[in-house]
């Protein structure tokens, strides 16, 4: 959306710069969290089982606060006709 806005307003060249400049920042950390990942051991410390595990529960959490809100807000919402 952001490419498209640029491009309407500015020109391709403007637009691609646009993307490459709100991509990169993302990219590199990916890329960066990705070589931080390649370089633990075969067996994790328990402190990160702890956060891996919370990150699911609250996970689970959001899903189900999703799915609560939907069916008090939208009570004749079908998911399949």
């Known amino acids: 959306m952001l490419f498209n806005l640029v491009m309407y307003h500015a020109g391709l060249v403007c637009a691609t710069f646009g993307f490459f400049l709100w991509s990169l920042p993302g990219a590199l950390g990916m890329f960066l969290l ?14 990160i089982y702890g956060l ?10 959001i899903i189900a606060l999703a799915a609560v809100q939907v069916s008090i807000y939208y009570p004749d919402f079908m998911f399949m006709n």
């Open 34 to 47: 990705s070589i931080g990942v390649g370089k633990i051991s075969e067996v994790l410390p328990g402190p």
């Open 52 to 61: 891996l595990s919370g990150l699911n529960a609250s996970t689970v959490g």
